[in-house]
């Protein structure tokens, strides 16, 4: 069998000029395959945490603003923690400085989608919650695709091995594949 391969190798390089000779030979990449439109997927961020510190008169500040604002909603307020909804519920604020102490993390976090956030709520919440804290930074960042066609004709190329999990509609095809896990620093999502 190897020798009729070698052959059929052999005479299909024979019967090309020399500038099909330094082309690489038959592949069964995906890069190869052949598109008939391009599609134009609507990029966005999907989710976001930022992390930061809250010093001890910036916490009693947003304690205090945080008590009479009707856009926010508090709960499990002791002296030294809280946690909120804000802005219809799109928002969680958690504060806790002795987890934050005992675990050397920083004090504040903030998680929310920016896709379901107003452009006047998102700037409320820079100016009035965000604002407040130091040290602040993501921990999480989540960039999604959003393809208006059929997800099973995508896939995902990376260096390293990624774990998959796919979510289907009720018409059996996926409709949002997550690329990697959550802890990772590595990972996408397409919709």
């Known amino acids: 069998m190897y020798k009729n391969n070698h052959a059929n190798h052999s005479n299909h390089l024979e019967n090309h000029d020399l500038d099909n000779f330094s082309k690489t030979g038959y592949s069964n990449s ?4 052949h ?4 599609s134009d997927p609507k990029l966005s961020f999907d989710a976001m945490t930022i ?3 809250l010093n001890r008169d910036n916490a009693q500040a947003l304690s205090k603003f945080m008590s009479v604002e009707p856009q926010i909603r508090l709960w499990d307020i002791l002296q030294t923690k809280f946690k909120a909804k804000a802005l219809q519920e799109k928002v969680y604020i958690e504060y806790d400085k002795v987890k934050a102490d005992s675990w050397d993390r920083r004090n504040m976090r903030i998680e929310f989608n920016p896709n379901k956030l107003t452009r006047d709520e998102m700037i409320w919440l820079k100016q009035n919650i965000i ?3 130091e040290d602040d930074g993501f921990t999480r960042l989540d960039l999604a695709f959003d393809f208006e066609d059929d997800l099973s004709d995508y896939y995902a190329m990376s260096d390293k091995a990624v774990k998959k999990t796919i979510f289907y509609g009720r018409n059996g095809k996926p409709e949002t594949k ?3 896990v959550r ?4 990972g996408s999502v397409a919709k």
């Open 30 to 33: 995906r890069l190869d395959a």
């Open 35 to 38: 598109t008939v439109c391009i």
């Open 51 to 53: 992390v930061g510190n």
């Open 131 to 133: 604002s407040y804290m």
């Open 178 to 180: 997550y690329f990697g």
């Open 183 to 186: 802890d990772s620093n590595r």
